[in-house]
């Protein structure tokens, strides 16, 4: 989502963690051990300035610790961004286990890894990611107050999150054809699981045209005989005559080869890291003509629901706070028309300002 460089070994000689952590300005790392139940972790708070880091937990495999660090240097400095464009009074963070997720998980290992995160005394505030369960957070939070994603509080976050996708491709179309009724657009939505199934209902409901793609052949027909979506082809989608292309699965979807064949006129989906080169082919779809909802600040509902659970809001106002993103996206859009510049570079350059402007308010005398 953000444009950031690798950390080599090379980088790392003289005072390694401490480069790494100043590069892209990182407040504190905590790195956790626990022999007896093999917990290796690394918890990221990127930046605190709008308040208390929130980012979820990954548990992966990562082939070194090197990874590991890049991987939760470069996820906790995603969600900075996320949790600014979004309003939220929240900064950005986000923790990584190294470990197997099929096979290293035990009540204990999650227990300890709260431990460390209550040592933060709530700068920073966890929830799920990819290798991680709600049982795995009722764990935690044996430990720990501070998660978010518990099981029977704000639940499955993907209903929120279509929903902000769903307003904010409204607010592309309203620039892109002069009015936000999506009745009769043909679009094309490359995924339909969690998110892409909210997804579809919603366009379905408005009378759009939707064609569906997925891996899982048993998805495909159940959400297609279901809102009477077309079935298109795992390849045969990116040369779908459609007016927007809405990305719901995987990432880097939109690359020199799709970029060619794509015909939409706008691409707002929920998939994050859309942009296989965020500069090269951010430029290229603003180049084509090519209204491009940044994915990060799209797909921001999970988060706001997460922000609801921790502020004890109720799920009516994550689903206002995430109709908000309607906004949000056409602030981007006009902004990035109007400097002629692409619309990543620009959500990313609003995210900054707020922070900015926000770490400058002082207390009067
Ligand atoms: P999911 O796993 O429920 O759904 C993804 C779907 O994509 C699955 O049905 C899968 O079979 C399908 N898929 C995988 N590869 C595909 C391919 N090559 N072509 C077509 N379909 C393919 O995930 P989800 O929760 O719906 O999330 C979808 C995307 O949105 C992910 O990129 C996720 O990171 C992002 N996202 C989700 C949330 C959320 O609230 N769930 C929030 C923010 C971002």
Request: with cysteine; proline share 3%.
């Amino acid at each position: 989502m953000i444009e950031t460089k690798e950390i080599k070994a090379e980088d790392l000689q003289d005072n390694p963690v401490i480069a790494a952590m100043s590069q892209y300005n990182h407040e504190q790392l905590l790195f956790c051990n626990d022999n007896a139940t093999g917990l290796k972790a690394i918890i990221a708070v990127h930046n605190t300035v709008l308040g208390p880091a929130l980012g979820g937990t990954r548990m992966w495999m990562y082939n070194s610790e090197l990874e590991a660090l890049n991987d939760v240097l470069r996820l906790s400095r995603g969600m900075t961004y996320k949790n600014s464009i979004s309003g939220l009074n929240l900064g950005g963070g986000k923790a990584v286990i190294i470990g197997d997720a099929r096979s290293m998980k035990s009540e204990a290992l999650f227990r300890r890894f709260g431990k460390f995160v209550n040592s933060l005394a709530g700068k920073y505030i966890t929830a799920e990611d990819v290798g991680i369960t709600p049982q795995d957070m009722t764990w935690v939070n044996m430990e720990t107050d501070h998660v978010a994603g518990l099981p029977g509080k704000s639940g499955d976050p993907s209903p929120v999150t279509a929903f902000g996708t769903y307003m904010g491709m409204k607010a592309c179309a309203k620039k892109q054809f002069g009015t936000d009724s999506l009745a009769g657009k043909k679009v094309a939505v490359q995924g339909v699981g969690h998110v892409g199934e909210y997804l579809v209902q919603h366009l379905v409901k408005e009378n759009a045209e939707v064609y569906i793609s997925d891996i899982h052949n048993e998805t495909l027909e159940r959400v297609s005989k279901k809102y009477g979506a077309k079935v298109v082809g795992l390849e045969e989608i990116y040369d779908v005559n459609m007016d927007i292309y809405a990305p719901c699965a995987l990432g880097a979807t939109v690359n020199d080869d799709t970029l060619s064949r794509l015909k939409c006129s706008i691409i707002a989906g929920a998939a994050n890291n859309q942009l296989a080169n965020e500069k090269l082919h951010g430029q290229a779809v603003l180049d084509k003509g090519i209204v491009y909802a940044p994915d990060f600040a799209l797909n921001a509902g999970g988060v706001i629901n997460c922000y609801a659970e921790v502020t004890e809001n109720t799920a009516d106002w994550a689903m206002q706070k995430a109709e908000d993103i309607y906004g949000t996206i056409e602030r981007i859009i006009t902004r990035s028309a109007d400097e002629n510049t692409p619309s990543y570079a620009i959500a990313n350059k609003m995210a900054e300002e707020r922070i900015e402007s926000i770490g400058n308010v002082k207390l009067p005398l």
